[in-house]
C-alpha cells in the first residue's frame, strides 16, 4: 500500500494511500495514535470503492513536529496540503475522537475541499470540563515522568488495556502503546489540542452531509447527544459496546457503516 510525504504547513507529512480508484476519504486518527490506527480498515474500504488516505498528525507517526502548541485549527491546515499534493479537489474527511475534531475544523472553515464529514464521537465539555481536562492531561501528560526502569512503559499499557475494557490484545496493546512514544514531537500535544477546540462555535458552520458515530462503550459516548440537540439533522449511527479501540475491535460494521454513508451522498 502506498505511502509517502508532503510538504505541509508544519514540515514534511506522512500519510498512506490505498491509491484506488473511488472516492477519497480522509482519515485523521485518535491522539496519540498515527495512521496506523486504521490499518484494519484501509483494505476493506478500497474492498468497497473507497480511497482511503490516512495521515500522521504532526509530530506523530512518521511526520515533522510542529514547532509550536498546535491548536485544531493549525492541524486541519495539513488536510488541504495533501489533497493538493494527491491531485485531489475534494475528499470526505472522517477522524476519530481528536481526529473527529480535526474533521469538523476542516468542514467548517475548508468547505471547498470536502465532500462530507463523518465524525467518530465528539467533545462538547463544560467550561468547568475542559478545564478539568486540561488539567488531568497537563498532570499526566505534559508532566509525564520517563523512568530509568522503564516502568513508565509498562503503566501506558495498562492505562491502555483499560481503555480497551482489557479486550485487545498484548500484540495491539503494545503497537498502541509504540504510536504514543514514536512521535518527532510531545504526545501531549494532541489531547491538549482538543480539549481547547470549541466544537459548539463551528457547528452552525457545518453545513455539508454529516455522518456522527459512536459506540455505547466508548469513555466519551456521553458527549454525543449535545452534538445531536445543536445539530438533529445529522445522520448517527452507534454501534454496540466497544472502547476507544473501536476500529480494531468492529472494524466490518465501522467501515459498513461509512460506506452507507458515502454511497448515498
Not at 485518535?30 to 488516505?53: C, S
Not at 475544523?105 to 462530507?116: F, G, Y
Request: with cysteine; proline share 7%.
Amino acid at each position: 500500500m502506498p505511502r509517502g510525504y508532503v510538504n505541509g504547513p508544519f514540515g514534511q507529512l506522512h500519510y498512506l494511500d490505498t491509491a484506488n480508484d473511488g472516492i477519497p476519504l480522509v482519515l485523521w486518527p485518535q491522539a496519540p495514535m498515527t495512521l496506523r490506527q486504521f490499518d484494519a480498515v484501509y483494505d476493506l474500504f478500497a474492498a468497497k470503492g473507497l480511497r482511503a488516505i490516512g495521515i500522521d498528525p504532526p509530530g506523530f507517526g512518521e511526520s515533522d513536529p510542529p514547532g509550536i502548541v498546535p491548536r485544531i485549527e493549525d492541524w486541519a491546515t495539513c488536510i488541504p496540503a495533501v489533497l493538493d499534493s494527491l491531485g485531489l479537489d475534494r475528499a470526505v474527511i472522517a477522524g476519530h475522537h481528536t481526529g473527529a475534531m480535526v474533521a469538523a475544523e476542516v468542514a467548517a472553515s475548508h468547505p471547498e475541499r470536502a465532500i462530507a464529514l463523518i465524525m467518530h464521537g465528539t467533545l462538547l465539555p463544560t467550561d468547568e470540563e475542559r478545564s478539568q481536562r486540561l488539567a488531568h492531561f497537563d498532570a499526566h501528560e505534559r508532566q509525564f515522568k520517563y523512568k530509568s526502569d522503564g516502568s513508565h512503559l509498562t503503566h501506558t499499557f495498562a492505562v491502555r488495556s483499560n481503555l480497551s475494557h482489557g479486550k485487545a490484545n498484548a500484540q495491539l496493546l503494545t503497537r498502541y502503546v509504540t504510536e504514543q512514544f514514536m512521535g518527532r514531537g510531545p504526545f501531549w500535544h494532541g489531547h491538549h489540542a482538543a480539549y481547547l477546540y470549541d466544537l459548539a462555535a463551528a457547528i452552525p458552520k457545518l453545513t455539508l452531509p454529516t455522518l456522527l458515530i459512536s459506540n455505547t462503550g466508548d469513555v466519551i459516548h456521553n458527549q454525543i447527544e449535545g452534538f445531536r440537540r445543536l445539530k438533529p439533522e445529522v445522520k448517527y449511527v452507534e454501534l454496540t459496546g466497544g472502547g476507544v479501540d473501536i476500529v480494531d475491535e468492529q472494524p466490518k460494521a465501522w467501515v459498513g457503516a461509512i460506506c452507507e454513508f458515502v454511497n448515498a451522498l
